[in-house]
């Protein structure tokens, strides 16, 4: 397991901003900056679990970091493999998020049949 990907799940969900001090975000983008990608499905099966709680006061800017790392996972325009996008999808409890990545997983395909 990569060092950075330990640290991350350490760290947990991605707190509330209300709960988050500064030496924390900037330990959270850190995190997200410094991981090599891709992503393998593995990790992005770990790093789906970590969007912050939705609420009122949820951190957009990293759960953005988050997904867009998420999202160097190699995927395939192939049945199989969107289908493990969608499961993997269905994982993250942040539903903004799930709704995103929904809507991003649709764009996807569509470029992909242009």
Do not use: I, Q, R, Y
């Given at each position: 397991m990569r060092t950075q990907l330990a640290e991350l799940l350490r760290l947990g969900k991605i707190p509330d901003d209300d709960k988050l001090s500064d030496t924390l975000f900037q330990k959270y983008e850190d995190l997200?900056?410094?991981?090599?990608?891709?992503?393998?499905?593995?990790?992005?099966?770990?790093?789906?679990?970590?969007?912050?709680?939705?609420?009122?006061?949820?951190?957009?800017?990293?759960?953005?970091g988050l997904l867009h790392l998420i999202e160097t996972v190699p995927l395939r325009n192939t049945p199989e493999a969107i289908q493990k996008y969608e499961t993997l999808i269905a994982r993250c409890s942040n539903t903004k998020f799930q709704s995103i990545m929904k809507t991003r997983l649709a764009n996807w395909i569509r470029c992909q049949h242009e």
């Open positions: 997200f900056s410094g991981f090599a990608s891709p992503v393998t499905w593995e990790e992005a099966e770990l790093l789906v679990t970590l969007f912050s709680e939705e609420n009122l006061d949820f951190n957009w800017n990293l759960d953005w």
